[in-house]
């Protein structure tokens, strides 16, 4: 029954070790996001696809890129991970029509991938 | 600048009392407001606000938004240890596709 799932849950890697995080939906919602959230903090949007249009935010380090090959599927790679990369990366789907849909604001939370950097 | 501002930033109460939590907002363009519960996983979905003055209501939650005033509330009674997590506040602007997060409140229950 998984709608939104992320793998691995737990990664660790190394000061300057690339990693790719995985992102992959059932919803066929045409959105998709990645958001980096820190202890105590809330969860802070990174960029998101609408369909295969890439929209980053501006103060995304260039560190961090994403890739959509699909629908269904979205990755998160830190080029060069550092310390303060640390975190909660949770991935998140939603449904955005040209109208006023309201139901189709809500965002749907994947579990979330908690990354360690030694 | 689009922000979101939550209050309490933290809450500690004892089991069976009513809580308030309050998130503001100040954005561009609005098009809805949205309620997350996060314990030690993803944020879940709690309530989608669009229209002033209509109380969403789910069990012993419920939730109003004032869009004059631009404020939300949050209300939970008789609560649980069950009801201990961090609420998120979230604003949808329009013709963004994003939603802005407040920081949240974190609420601890008490036995």
């Known amino acids: 029954d998984a709608m939104v799932i992320q793998n691995p849950r737990y990664q660790v890697t190394q000061f300057g070790k690339p990693v790719t995080l995985s992102c992959s939906q059932t919803?066929?919602?045409?959105?998709m996001y990645w958001y980096q959230q820190k202890s105590s903090q809330a969860p802070k949007l990174l960029f998101h696809y609408y369909d295969k249009d890439f929209n980053n935010e501006a103060d995304t380090p260039d560190n961090f890129q994403s890739r959509r090959p699909n629908t269904s599927f979205c990755f998160l790679d830190i080029r060069s991970p550092g310390l303060g990369d640390a975190a909660m990366y949770l991935c998140?789907?939603?449904?955005?029509?040209?109208?006023?849909?309201?139901?189709?604001?809500?965002?749907?939370f994947g579990p979330g991938t908690r990354l360690t950097v030694l | 600048e689009d922000k979101v501002v939550q209050s309490p930033l933290s809450l500690v109460v004892h089991e069976g009392d009513t809580v308030t939590l309050n998130c503001s907002y100040e954005v561009t363009n609005f098009r809805s407001l949205l309620w997350y519960k996060q314990e030690k996983k993803a944020p879940t979905f709690l309530f989608m606000l669009t229209s002033s003055g209509i109380e969403k209501k789910s069990g012993r939650l419920s939730s109003i938004l004032d869009k004059k005033e631009l404020f939300s509330i949050l209300n939970i009674t008789a609560t649980q240890t069950g009801d201990s997590a961090v609420y998120l506040c979230?604003?949808?602007?329009?013709?963004?596709?994003?939603?802005?997060f407040g920081q949240g409140t974190r609420l601890t229950i008490n036995p």
């Open positions: 979230a604003v949808v602007i329009q013709g963004a596709q994003k939603l802005v």
């Open positions: 998140a789907t939603s449904s955005i029509a040209g109208g006023f849909s309201t139901s189709t604001d809500t965002q749907y």
């Open positions: 919803l066929n919602h045409n959105v």
